[in-house]
């Protein structure tokens, strides 16, 4: 228990380091402890007095200063790790932020199913076993148009259940130009060799004919497969199948066709003012499985879907790794109350954040960027100069890379007007003092200025609160 004694001064001068007892005797000690607990702040305490010893500095700090680091310690020990942002990034589906932000309806039915039990996998008619996907398969279909729906953990375990399920030791046939990469590790050739299958790849890169996969189609064949191209374009001297073709196709020779769709939409886009994307339910018009991530267009939570014709999700769904890859009651309950709202479309764009978010008009955006400047330049006075600007978001998650949506932001540039290198590490400081607030504030660098893009701002005043901590 040396950390606990007070140690002598050295021949350099150190005062006298105070023991751990006298601290805790101090009045300052008391809230502390009461707060945190007497252990923790026994260990805050003797970790400053051990940084006290070790550091260079020649004389030991008074102990109500030692209080006050300990404090400072226990509160960032408090802090959890995993927290809310603001996500002024202008990516509005930003996977490393946490993809889409849940409705209060789909808040409230998980708090509502967490506390107690639930009927999970109780059928409340016959008293007997129920099937979880139950509660959202009904839901699904009619949303969709497909015969049957099964939840699993991401979109990523869908695909992989699904060519494990359907084509374990088999070939499955995929165009050349779409053995894509989807963000990190998903990477199509790669998941396909984990599922067991045999990549049959056909065409080229940029054209792929239809009589490429009737050559291609035969009795090793388990699965012709389509991937919806999310992150990237191939444009200029190109060609696909029609839809329709391949699956007329695929029909005759009696293999199915599964498409992975990436982001689900479940809405027409266009309707709302946003760049067109297939929805599950045109995208099941010529195809007899669709897979889908739940927190991308969809606007709920962390899920991904196999939607389609009700054989191949029986399936599926007997396949031992729809166990190891299933949801939990958490997720139902806010996949369920987000599907409900696409049952009042005319309130879609209101209730659903993500819909609410991208449908914001620019004008509105900008109005609030004038609105926020002079209160932002207040709280940054001498620090920042604070300006407004045009600029882009983007949907995110793959959804239309290269589109992307009208907006404003406000500007944080240097106080001295300065560019260049110098701008560029005053952005980065600033960007970093930014993230250290108590709801971190996420935004971009661009030409020596951090730019908050505002389209994802709802909570004004709670955003104004966290810049009053700001330390820069
Ligand atoms: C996003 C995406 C995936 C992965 O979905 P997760 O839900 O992130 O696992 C797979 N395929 C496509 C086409 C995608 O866009």
Redesign the pocket.
């Given at each position: 228990m040396t950390s606990a004694l007070a140690t002598a001064g050295s021949a350099t001068g150190h005062r006298r380091i105070p023991s751990v007892e006298r601290l805790l005797a101090r009045p300052e000690a008391a809230p502390l402890a009461e707060m945190h607990g007497r252990t923790a702040l026994v260990e805050a305490l003797r970790a400053v007095l051990d940084g006290i010893r070790s550091g260079a500095d020649p004389a030991a700090p008074e102990e109500a200063t030692i209080l006050v680091a300990a404090g400072r310690r226990l509160a960032a020990e408090r802090q959890p790790s995993l927290r809310p942002v603001f996500n002024l990034t202008g990516t509005v589906l930003h996977t490393n932020l946490g993809r889409a932000l849940l409705p209060r309806q789909a808040v409230a039915a998980v708090a509502a199913v967490m506390a107690g039990a639930c009927n999970l996998e109780f059928d409340l008619a016959s008293g007997a076993r129920g099937e979880r996907d139950s509660h959202v398969e009904a839901l699904l279909c009619r949303l969709t148009g497909a015969e049957a729906a099964l939840v699993v953990n991401?979109?990523?375990?869908a695909?992989f259940l699904l060519l494990n399920a359907l084509a374990m030791r088999k070939e499955v046939v995929v165009s050349r130009g779409e053995l894509v990469e989807?963000?990190g590790s998903?990477r199509v050739p790669d998941v396909m060799a984990r599922a067991g299958c045999r990549l049959r790849e056909v065409g080229t890169t940029n054209r792929t004919h239809l009589r490429d996969f009737a050559d291609a189609i035969g009795p090793r064949t388990g699965l012709v497969m389509k991937?919806?191209p999310?992150?990237y374009e191939i444009r200029g001297f190109t060609a696909q199948p029609g839809e329709a073709e391949l699956h007329a196709l695929c029909r005759e020779r009696g293999v199915p066709l599964a498409l992975?769709?990436?982001?689900g939409s479940l809405v027409d886009l266009a309707r709302h003012g946003l760049p067109p994307e297939p929805t599950v339910r045109t995208a099941l018009a010529a195809a007899d499985l669709v897979t889908f991530?739940g927190?991308?267009l969809l606007g709920a939570v962390?899920c991904?879907v196999i939607a389609g014709r009700a054989d191949l999700v029986a399936r599926i769904r007997k396949s031992p790794l729809k166990r190891a890859l299933r949801v939990d009651k958490m997720t139902y309950a806010a996949l369920e109350a987000t599907l409900r709202l696409y049952l009042h479309p005319e309130r879609l764009a209101a209730d659903l954040p993500t819909l609410r978010l991208l449908t914001r008009p620019q004008g509105d955006i900008a109005a609030q960027a004038e609105r926020l400047a002079p209160e932002v330049a207040r709280r940054l006075a001498g620090r920042a100069q604070v300006g407004t600007a045009p600029c882009s978001s983007q949907i995110g998650?793959?959804a239309l890379p290269v589109e992307s949506l009208p907006s404003a932001a406000l500007v944080l540039s240097a106080p001295d007007g300065s560019t260049g290198r110098k701008a560029g590490g005053w952005s980065r400081r600033l960007a970093a003092a930014l993230r250290a607030l108590p709801v971190p504030v996420i935004g971009r660098i661009a030409d020596g200025a951090v730019l908050l893009d505002l389209r994802t701002l709802e909570d004004e005043p709670g955003f104004l609160a966290s810049l009053d901590a700001l330390a820069f």
């Open positions: 991401n979109n990523a375990a695909v989807i963000g998903f991937v919806h999310s992150n992975d769709l990436g982001s991530s927190d991308k962390q991904g998650s793959g």
